[in-house]
Structure formats: C-alpha cells, structure tokens
C-alpha cells in the first residue's frame, strides 16, 4: 500500500516536533539532531522534517512510499508516462534512509519523488542534481531532494 510523502524544511527542529508531535498525537518515529519523521497510518503519510541551512523553509518536495518492489515499479510506469523528465537516481542514502528513488517535476516546478526505503543509515544522506526537471515554477533548495536550477522571474 503507497504512502505519501511531505517533507517539510524548518527553522527550529526542537520546537517543530512539538509542534507536529501535538498535531499528529503522535511523537516521531525518527529523531535526528536536524531531522525527524512520522509514519502514520491515520492519515497514511510519511511526515519528514530537517532543519538544513541551505534548504528552503516550508514545503520541499512531497512524494510516493512504496512497500515492495511491485509498488515501486508501478509507481516509476507512471512517472514515464507523464511526459516530464524523470531522474532515476536508483540506490541512494536520504534522510537518513537507505532508498531506490526516482524524481520528477511537475509543470510548475514541484518535486515530487517515488521510493522504496529498504534500511536506516546513520549519516543524512547526499542531493541528486536535477536541473533538467526546472521549472520558472520550481523552487531552488531543498533537503535531499534534487537541487533545481534557480527560477527566471521578470518582475515588473
């Protein structure tokens, strides 16, 4: 059964899992010095936060948990099939998971990613490059989702 994802960029980790933790009635299943995760089954969602100096506050990208392997290539079908660019990162760490991830943007610029945890890591993990899934939409930092080519904007 899939899941979803939302991962959420902050400013102060210690006084957002309260915040959260209150919220959901629920505290953490996952507790970093810069990070920590929700896994509910009412709602069904993986809530992930980090506080990351180079990473936007608010939103950073949001996404698909899978269970299995079947799930996760149903899931990558449906990725190619909607005609936008999609980086198969395969094997990676992220937060502080062990994952097959690929990721996609869409048409305004919002990432979205699909994956399988299959283990804990005990470092944070690295960031993919996806340029190629900018948008003017997009936004330009974010955990470890893929780093977005900054946004062309004209202003008046």
Request: hydrophobic residues 40%; glycine residues 8%.
């Amino acid at each position: 059964m899939k899941r979803f994802h939302v991962h959420v960029g902050v400013t102060d980790i210690e006084k957002s899992i309260d915040f959260y933790s209150s919220l959901f009635g629920a505290e953490p299943s996952v507790v970093k010095g810069d990070y920590a995760k929700w896994m509910l089954d009412d709602p069904r969602i993986n809530f992930a936060i980090s506080m990351r100096e180079d990473a936007a506050k608010g939103i950073e990208h949001v996404g698909l948990q899978v269970d299995d392997r079947a799930e996760l290539e149903e899931v990558y079908g449906r990725l190619k099939a909607a005609d936008s660019p999609v980086l198969e990162e395969g094997a990676t760490t992220c937060c502080y998971a062990q994952s097959e991830k690929s990721w996609i943007a869409d048409p305004d610029g919002v990432v979205w990613e699909a994956f399988l945890t299959e283990g804990e890591s005990t470092t944070y993990g690295g960031s993919p490059d996806l340029n190629q899934l900018a948008s003017a939409g997009a936004a330009n930092s974010a955990c470890c989702a893929p780093q977005l080519a900054p946004a062309k904007i004209s202003c008046c």
